[in-house]
């Protein structure tokens, strides 16, 4: 016998919510998109060819590990690779590309409400894709495609909101009675091939599956003359879960500053305030500087590294790495006293996609470790104190460094 | 069909036990209590600034790694960092501060008990705290005033025990049907206020809280006339529950030698046979030397590296961890053939309280690798073949190195 009981089942992911204080010092997660790469016989990733002062100054004074956005072997998508970042683990919680979507253009989903990711596409005459994305029409021009669809199609027993989102993007939304989400992408996410089918995956979806049938087939006719954007494609049905919120579950006023819809939809699916830019990093860190007087955690996303990354231009990933090393001064002017500087994912040039290679993580400021290591790279990063860990375990190791979780136990 | 069906729901915890035979080296745990601390950019840590010639060598021939006592960001209290080093995930299992105390003084709580931590303190004519401790009063008067309430306090429907611990310090054990430990401290943390009334936090509790009650309201009459000690705080309330005792999970002869009660009062509570010294850590090896041959496994606690660490004394806990390599050769002599070298957490002086920060471990003998490192930090930690982990996976490795696990599966 003794007087131990087990702890109401605690997790390493809920006793950071236990332990998170309203207090402690300003923090910033520096997430530049798809960071990571690896180094080959022939030279080092882009991170070891950048050039980066500032971030290898920082390294020298701060600590360096690896994270694995998901586990061992997993090549995330860029909302999984976000989850982890904030501490929510990644195979316990999904959001779909239709209910980040939704978030991203402001459209509030309501539960039972099924959102697709919509690409307008180019169909030939015998109905064959012939361009996925129907020339990365402009915006304007897919929203006047939504208003016509609205306008003229008629569903047996459901509501629907078709809206533009950026270029060829846009969002499905249906609203009814008992709607499912159970449905295969209609994108086959090649071209040369006919759009696949709505199919339900399981029984309860047939009723979606019929309406979304209702929605292509009216608007295949509809579109038929058009030359481009002439029909939908639909991929990642979703609907809305609760999510915890980050502010709540982290005690903090939470911010989050990107340029991309997808990012700032996340942010906002989990209860951050958001403040979108046009594209440029240095506009981030205009409104960082603005902004962080009144928020205790910023979450800043840059975009340029994974665009270079998924090109597969190497050189362009390590000029936009150098761009965000030569704002990081003005990061620290604008009063950030803890940060992180990660990837949601590696996004190696090599490969021209996201990869499951592990990511640099430094963190820096606060209680962190002076590691003294020598800069900021995937060699010195898998010499650091931080280790290699997965994705979940950074937001409480940056908490934990800006003073705001308190003791476990007596 | 195939030949493989799912295990027994093992884990890493009961897959241990599993394997555990009662045969094999001699294994000591030695607990540096809050060893870990980290580099600044000014100096290096206090393990770093020891001189430890006896921890080096056995770090040469030992292997190095870091554990997190929780999981990473989280910082733990004594209780929880121990039962992590002892291999019970402290995010299952918990201790209260009442049962801590119980087990320290030898108090034997029964099912159904309810213990408090009690601090005397002293109230000014308005009831505000003007100090938690009531002067650190001597033990003995803690003990007339236990005496006093105990003859003079009656309840409706209860037993309960009033013992003084050390100083100020002292337990409460509630006695009766029906009692539950669901209530708030009443200790403020702070002074200047009124201590806080007994609160239920579930409406079981409601008869426990009426109880507590009537013990703090006569209390308060009894000790009105006393300049200090004149009234109690309650904190840690916890009641007992059955659980796996450490010598039968691990088929081990354990033994623990502590100085400081709420150590002893672990190891009581997990099975360990105990024996208590004065404080000194020359007596706790002269004790090992003693007890070792009767015992497979003994965990030894050190206390004078935290206490000089939560004092923010960086020298003094340089003093007390060279203090304890100087008694490295006595504790090989007396027989110890495998040992774990460790904290329970980390306190950095610069933070003079317990940290996140991961914890400098060294297995040394039998079968751990000699990672051939140049000493025992930190820094050298971080290179070290253990890498870094959880501190409930130090045990399972300490037993292996001794040869007392067997193998898992055909």
Redesign the interface.
């Known amino acids: ?7 109401p089942t ?3 992911e809920t ?2 919510t236990e ?1 998170a204080r309203p207090e402690g010092k300003k923090a910033l997660l520096l997430v530049m998109d798809g960071l990571g790469g690896y180094r080959t016989a022939e030279r080092g990733s882009e991170l070891t060819e950048a050039s980066t002062p500032n971030l290898d100054r920082l390294a ?2 701060g600590s360096l590990g690896l994270h694995d956005p998901v586990t061992r072997g997993i090549t995330p998508g860029s909302g999984a690779g976000h989850l982890g970042l904030f501490g929510y683990d990644p195979l316990s919680y999904e959001i779909g590309r239709g209910a980040l979507s939704a978030a991203g253009i402001g459209f509030e989903l309501l539960p039972g409400d099924v959102a697709a990711r919509v690409n307008f596409c180019t169909l030939d005459a015998e109905g064959m894709i012939t361009d996925r994305r129907a020339g990365r029409l402009p915006t304007e021009e897919a929203a006047a495609i939504c208003e016509l669809l609205m306008r003229e199609i008629k569903l047996d027993e459901a509501e629907f909101f078709l809206q533009p989102e950026r270029e060829h993007r846009g969002l499905l939304v249906l609203r009814g009675k008992g709607l499912e989400k159970d449905l295969n992408d209609t994108d086959p996410q090649v071209t040369g091939v006919a759009p696949f089918e709505p199919q339900a995956r399981t029984p309860e979806a047939r009723g979606t599956e019929t309406l979304v049938k209702q929605i292509l087939d009216q608007a295949r006719s509809l579109l038929a003359d058009r030359e481009r954007g002439n029909f939908l494609l639909l991929r990642g049905f979703d609907s809305v879960k609760d999510m915890p919120s980050f502010p709540l579950r982290y005690r903090v006023k939470a911010l989050a500053i990107a340029a991309y819809p997808m990012y700032v939809g996340i942010s906002r699916l989990l209860g951050f305030e958001t403040h979108q830019v046009e594209g440029a990093a240095k506009e981030e860190v205009d409104a960082l500087a603005e902004l962080l007087p009144e928020h205790d955690f910023v979450f800043m996303h840059i975009k340029k590294t994974d665009s270079a990354g998924e090109d597969g231009d190497f050189e362009r990933k390590v000029e936009a790495i150098e761009e965000v090393d030569a704002l990081i001064p003005r990061m620290l002017e604008a009063g950030v006293e803890v940060m992180a500087v990660t990837g949601d994912h590696s996004t190696p040039a090599q490969m021209a996609a996201h990869s499951w290679h592990p990511v640099p993580v430094l963190l820096w400021g606060g ?1 962190a ?4 290591l020598g800069g900021f790279d995937e060699v010195y990063c898998r ?7 997965e994705a979940k ?1 950074l ?7 800006a003073g705001r ?6």
């Open positions: 016998m003794s007087s131990m009981s087990p702890a605690l997790t390493a006793v950071v332990m020298g004074e209680t470790a002076a590691d003294g010499q650091g104190s931080l280790g290699r860990f375990h937001l409480p190791q940056l908490l934990a460094a979780l308190t003791k476990y136990g007596a």
